[in-house]
């Protein structure tokens, strides 16, 4: 898998046939989608996207690509497939299937714990419109929306030595994105179970929607059996959007 399929700055129609469903969107439109989007319609592409690209994004993250390995990399910290992968994770299954990965989430700790985060983080060198402040505010926001599949997640031992990591960037970055979701993530680990968290599930729960376009059904969905991603009121849906599903359902990376 070549480390040029994720340039920076990457685009819907960069990572994936699922823009073709939605011919409207400009091909430059660069993700996150949140501000074009209608929620029902993000969802919907994120399925497909996921149901194409998961597996793929994943094994990129962990594949020998210098870069990943290299501190002084800001891909190392937040990887352009890390960035697409935390994004994917509004979608409830990605959500669960990203909790299930048996490191993403262990090793994202561990970077955050990391002694020199700052000043590695600081120092690297970004491209197009990538900060410091986004990429370790995606790095919290990553770990708070995985912390909500808690059942799901591998043993992390060490998630409790964020603590006064957290506290110090809530008072060091006063205003920014990163204390906001430092103090969020603080009140998380220190009370799993709390009812704020609950409603949070439970209305990303509610965004599945069926893969059909047109149709907004979100009460009784199947997923797709083979990629367990994008989800359907039923048989007659289903059937009527293989044509498009069957082009990216577990495909994979493909050169355009
Ligand atoms: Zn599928
Ligand atoms: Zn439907």
């Given at each position: 898998?070549?480390a040029?399929?994720y340039p920076?700055?990457?685009?819907?129609?960069?990572i994936?046939?699922?823009?073709?469903?939605?011919?409207a969107l400009?091909p430059?439109?660069?993700?996150p989608?949140g501000n074009?989007?209608?929620?029902?319609?993000?969802?919907?592409?994120?399925?497909?996207?996921?149901?194409q690209?998961?597996?793929?994004l994943l094994e990129?993250?962990?594949?020998?690509?210098?870069?990943?390995h290299?501190?002084t990399?800001s891909q190392?910290?937040?990887?352009?497939?890390?960035t697409l992968?935390?994004?994917?994770?509004?979608?409830?299954d990605?959500a669960?299937?990203?909790?299930?990965?048996p490191?993403?989430?262990?090793?994202?700790?561990?970077?955050?714990?990391?002694p020199?985060?700052?000043?590695?983080?600081?120092?690297?060198?970004?491209?197009?419109?990538a900060?410091?402040?986004?990429?370790?505010?995606?790095?919290?926001q990553?770990v708070?929306?995985?912390?909500?599949?808690?059942e799901?997640l591998?043993d992390t031992?060490?998630?409790?030595?964020?603590l006064?990591?957290l506290?110090?960037?809530?008072?060091?970055?006063?205003?920014?994105?990163?204390?906001?979701v430092?103090d969020?993530?603080?009140?998380?680990?220190?009370?799993?179970v709390?009812?704020?968290?609950?409603?949070?599930?439970?209305?990303?729960?509610?965004?599945?929607?069926?893969?059909?376009?047109g149709?907004?059904?979100?009460?009784?969905?199947?997923?797709?059996?083979?990629?367990q991603m994008?989800r359907?009121?039923g048989?007659?849906h289903?059937?009527?959007d293989w044509g498009?599903?069957?082009?990216?359902?577990?495909?994979?990376l493909?050169?355009?």
């Amino acid at each position: 898998m070549a480390a040029n399929l994720y340039p920076q700055g990457m685009t819907l129609h960069s990572i994936g046939y699922a823009a073709l469903k939605y011919p409207a969107l400009p091909p430059e439109l660069p993700i996150p989608l949140g501000n074009q989007l209608g929620v029902l319609q993000r969802i919907r592409i994120m399925a497909h996207v996921a149901s194409q690209y998961l597996p793929a994004l994943l094994e990129y993250q962990y594949s020998s690509a210098p870069h990943l390995h290299d501190p002084t990399s800001s891909q190392y910290w937040c990887s352009d497939a890390f960035t697409l992968i935390n994004w994917l994770t509004s979608s409830p299954d990605a959500a669960v299937a990203v909790a299930k990965h048996p490191s993403l989430f262990p090793d994202t700790v561990d970077k955050l714990l990391d002694p020199n985060i700052l000043t590695a983080m600081k120092a690297c060198t970004r491209q197009g419109g990538a900060s410091f402040e986004a990429d370790l505010g995606s790095m919290l926001q990553f770990v708070s929306t995985l912390l909500l599949r808690k059942e799901h997640l591998p043993d992390t031992p060490h998630l409790h030595d964020l603590l006064p990591k957290l506290k110090a960037w809530k008072r060091k970055f006063g205003g920014l994105f990163i204390a906001r979701v430092a103090d969020r993530l603080a009140d998380q680990i220190r009370s799993p179970v709390n009812a704020d968290f609950a409603v949070v599930l439970s209305a990303q729960n509610e965004n599945l929607v069926c893969g059909f376009v047109g149709c907004e059904e979100k009460r009784n969905l199947n997923a797709c059996a083979r990629c367990q991603m994008q989800r359907y009121c039923g048989q007659a849906h289903q059937k009527s959007d293989w044509g498009f599903h069957k082009k990216i359902c577990g495909k994979g990376l493909v050169e355009e």
